[in-house]
């Protein structure tokens, strides 16, 4: 089976920096993605890590330790509109495995 | 315009009354799935489809149905919904298989089963 852990809830300020962490335990594992989703709305893909390391794209950045089973998400320069719900998933070859989410406030 | 199209996107029903929730993407991707969102439980994976013909359970498959007789679209079926089938429902594709592949999600519909 699998399981990921990620924080329930978070809260910085705008303009601060942040990391969401995600630790997970599964059978088959290929890389971890992180999505972001605003209230109701669709997921968004931000980033895929297969291989262990930081991948950067613009303000965002993941992280990846395979020996570890972690990864996180770094979201710099706060803004606003980053208040919304990031979510890890496992990536097992064949499916997507979501963690419960992690709800960012962004608070002026 | 690139994009995965779910229809309905609200929809209030009774218990019984078999429904079909359409889901159509025009990027000719071959993977396609279904997912349910509840409060606290994040997505979860209900069925998936690698190309035409080839589909496969994923976590939470009691109660649905799918097929995929073409490579657009990927219907979800519920013979005979029931009130613990009330969430939120989100339809996905992308390119080839999942590895590094950005998941392609459509806008959401929401099922109250009364």
């Known amino acids: 089976g699998q399981s990921l852990e990620q924080p329930s809830e978070v809260t910085a300020v705008e303009g601060a920096i942040v990391q969401i962490n995600c630790t997970y335990q599964?059978?088959?594992?290929?890389?971890l993605s992180w999505y972001q989703q605003h209230d109701g709305g669709a997921p968004t893909f931000l980033s895929y890590n297969g291989l262990d390391g930081l991948e950067e794209t613009g303000r965002f950045s993941s992280f990846l330790s395979r020996s570890d089973s972690y990864g996180y998400l770094l979201l710099q320069e706060l803004q606003m509109k980053d208040s919304a719900s990031y979510f890890c998933?496992?990536?097992?070859?064949?499916?997507?495995?979501f963690g419960k989410g992690t709800s960012l406030l962004v608070t002026p | 315009e690139a994009q995965v199209t779910q229809n309905p996107r609200y929809l209030i029903t009774v218990t019984g009354k078999k429904l079909t929730v359409t889901c159509s993407q025009n990027m000719n991707h071959e993977y396609m799935s279904w997912y349910r969102q509840d409060p606290g439980l994040g997505l979860r994976q209900i069925y998936y489809s690698m190309n035409v013909e080839a589909t496969d359970k994923g976590d939470v498959p009691e109660g649905y149905k799918v097929s995929r007789k073409e490579k657009r679209n990927f219907p979800l079926i519920l013979e005979s919904p029931s009130p613990n089938q009330t969430s939120l429902y989100f339809c996905?594709?992308?390119?080839?298989?999942?590895?590094?592949?950005?998941?392609?999600f459509g806008d959401g519909t929401r099922l109250s089963i009364l």
């Open positions: 996905a594709s992308s390119s080839e298989g999942i590895s590094n592949q950005p998941q392609h």
């Open positions: 599964t059978s088959g594992f290929y890389g």
């Open positions: 998933a496992v990536d097992s070859g064949y499916a997507l495995n």
